[in-house]
């Protein structure tokens, strides 16, 4: 086998590009999580996380990927055969339904065309159809990974208080939360679910859940099971800054610096900019190109990454297989129901103007030696518009 010369480009929407330094910060001997310095780390941790999930209330991580905090979400709020409501917006949502059928709720599962996010009108019709008030909560991805749509969490906010029901509001940011505006108190959301290994620039390895006092109050009486995925125990041991085992000590150092990096020295609201604007650059490559964009609506563009859509009769698996093989770069797969239609480019986490260029070039040669029908001109397109769009 031959080694590729160069960095490897991973674009795929998450695990994205971890910067050197986070990856330096974690190599550190690792430290005693129940000694005296480590109560500090544990604080200063926390402390940033409310910071980045727009929450003054509690945040639990747990050292487990994304799916572990969507359980999480689930067994400590609701109890057997409760009624929740969710919607088709892709893959994510439908793995995330499953976890919920698979515990013994029981899923109202909204279809959905894999090209919208969540409709709040539909969200209303629902919860003003629940007159008994049964539905218990409401759970939506808010950055839908397999589509590139990412929905309007506010306006979802506002159709459930329209209709005064009084369901728990979940949602999963793990590919938005630090790439894309989100604001857990402020959208008076119940559970928010987040992950490492995407915008907050980190492996994968950790997951959250951001809890509000409505949550906090329902995990006292939810009848579901849980054991390592409790809040009680967490919430109790975090207040002292421990944990009740053995926490991922060594990513917790890493999530300390990509903590500094996003709220210190970046900002949010620039980190949001830049992220918006790498995403439209990369749009404007694709119609260039002459593909089409998966997500119809514009309102509801990802920042974090574009799925796109390739010509009938030719497959995207091989496109992703040739740029890998002759560029040595990433790209997203299409998932479940899209599978060898799309494929996705991320641009979310550790990325500046030119990594986005050359991902955009690889792309575009990539069309070219696989042979699919497009117009050259994508990259000057992007180029054009980081140009004049400092
Ligand atoms: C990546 C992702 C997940 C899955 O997280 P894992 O860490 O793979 O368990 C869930 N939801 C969304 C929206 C994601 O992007």
């Given amino acids: 086998m031959s080694i590729p010369a160069g960095r490897h480009f991973l674009q795929i929407p998450g695990p994205s590009n971890v910067p050197d330094r986070v990856l330096r910060a974690m190599d550190m001997p690792t430290m005693d999580h129940r000694g005296p310095e480590f109560a500090q780390l544990t604080h200063e941790v926390l402390n940033g996380l409310k910071q980045v999930f727009k929450t003054s209330a509690d945040v639990i991580i747990f050292p487990a990927s994304g799916t572990g905090a969507w359980e999480s979400a689930l067994v400590n709020t609701l109890s057997p055969g409760d009624r929740v409501l969710m919607f088709e917006t892709g893959h994510f949502a439908t793995l995330w339904q499953g976890i919920a059928k698979d515990l013994g709720l029981e899923v109202d599962f909204v279809p959905g065309d894999w090209r919208h996010g969540v409709d709040p009108d539909a969200v209303a019709a629902k919860l003003s159809a629940d007159e008994k008030h049964e539905i218990r909560a409401v759970m939506v991805v808010h950055n839908e990974t397999s589509t590139g749509v990412t929905s309007q969490i506010s306006k979802i906010r506002e159709a459930i208080d329209s209709t005064g029901h009084p369901a728990l509001f979940m949602v999963d940011t793990i590919s938005s939360l630090a790439s894309i505006d989100y604001r857990h108190d402020e959208w008076g959301v119940d559970v928010t679910v987040g992950g490492s290994q995407k915008g907050l620039m980190l492996p994968p390895g950790l997951s959250f859940n951001a809890i509000s006092a409505k949550a906090l109050q329902a995990s006292k009486t939810a009848a579901l099971p849980s054991s390592y995925w409790n809040w009680q125990a967490m919430i109790k041991a975090n207040a002292t800054g421990y944990f009740p085992y053995t926490p991922a000590t060594n990513l917790l150092y ?135 769009n400092l």
């Fill in 254 to 388: 890493a999530l300390r610096e990509s903590l500094k990096m996003l709220l210190d020295e970046q900002g949010l609201d620039k980190v949001f900019a830049r992220h918006q604007r790498h995403a439209e650059a990369t749009r404007r490559a694709v119609r260039a190109w002459g593909l089409e964009i998966l997500c119809l609506n514009p309102e509801e563009y990802s920042g974090s990454l574009t799925a796109i859509l390739l010509p009938d009769g030719h497959d995207a698996d091989r496109l992703r297989q040739v740029i890998l093989e002759r560029y040595n770069m990433s790209l997203g797969t299409g998932l479940g129901k899209v599978q060898g239609r799309v494929f996705r480019i991320g641009h979310l986490g550790d990325f500046n103007d030119l990594m986005l260029a050359g991902t955009l070039c690889g792309v575009e040669m990539g069309l070219s030696v696989a042979q699919i029908p497009f117009s050259k001109g994508g990259v000057n397109a992007a180029l054009d518009y980081l140009a004049d």
